[in-house]
């Protein structure tokens, strides 16, 4: 099956610093990446769309500034936090689409990583 | 819009009992479907899905869904759960014409007891 792997898995960071999170397609290529927010007990809020070669397009609410979505490859995309602050910490998935075979209707999800703030 | 509401936030029952997850979705335009689930600290893993042709979807791990258009419900059902089924279930919507973005419902927690 495919396979999405996110890295890091966890990561703590000081107030004010910027993290970087990658999400790779291991064994196909994406021209579409997704990536989400997952607050505790909650649902997963769409942030923004990624496609491989142009700029993320960001969901009303998100700023584009403060989450840098980078996909500079078909199988890689990364999210950025930057001067993050206690309110950013949450659990972050991002998703990617096959880019053969048409629509499959399946995305493949990575394992998440959870940033915490201090 | 589409919103997708899961009626039980959270469902306890007792192992080998049968189980059903309740989801509903409002849409104006032809709709896919879809059930994850979501183990702690883990991203999340396609249980099955509805694109179109038959109405009762069979998944993985013995999970099965059927779509009611006229009730716009996407329920999910296993006949006899596991423990090892313990976990978030989220039921999730892609309109026909919104290319691959997904919907999410908030989630229901599945807890299953000895």
């Known amino acids: 099956g495919a396979v999405v792997s996110q890295h890091p898995s966890w990561v703590i960071c000081k107030s004010g610093t910027s993290v970087k999170i990658e999400c790779r397609s291991l064994?196909?290529?994406?021209?579409?990446m997704f990536w989400y927010r997952q607050f505790p007990k909650q649902s997963l809020m769409l942030m923004a769309t990624?496609?491989?070669?142009?700029?993320?397009?960001?969901e009303q609410g998100v700023e584009k500034d403060k989450f840098l979505i980078n996909h500079a490859s078909l199988t890689l995309s990364t999210l950025t936090v930057t001067s993050a602050h206690p309110e950013d910490s949450s659990f972050y998935i991002c998703?990617?689409?096959?880019?053969?075979?048409?629509?499959?209707?399946?995305?493949?999800f990575g394992e998440g990583s959870r940033l915490t703030v201090l | 819009a589409q919103s997708v509401t899961q009626l039980d936030s959270q469902v306890p029952v007792f192992e080998e009992a049968p189980v059903e997850l309740r989801c509903n979705y409002s849409s104006s335009v032809s709709v896919y479907l879809f059930w994850y689930v979501q183990y702690p600290n883990q991203g999340l893993q396609l249980l099955l899905k509805y694109l179109s042709g038959s109405t009762l979807v069979k998944g993985i791990n013995g999970f099965e869904a059927e779509f009611n258009k006229s009730q716009t419900s996407f329920h999910l059902r296993k006949p006899s759960v596991h423990i090892s089924d313990t976990a978030e279930y989220f039921c999730?919507?892609?309109?026909?014409?919104?290319?691959?973005?997904?919907?999410f419902g908030e989630g229901t927690q599945l807890t299953v007891n000895p």
């Open positions: 990624s496609n491989e070669g142009s700029k993320a397009t960001y």
């Open positions: 999730a919507v892609r309109k026909e014409t919104s290319g691959s973005r997904l919907t």
């Open positions: 998703s990617a689409k096959r880019r053969a075979g048409g629509f499959t209707g399946e995305l493949f």
């Open positions: 064994d196909f290529q994406a021209t579409t």
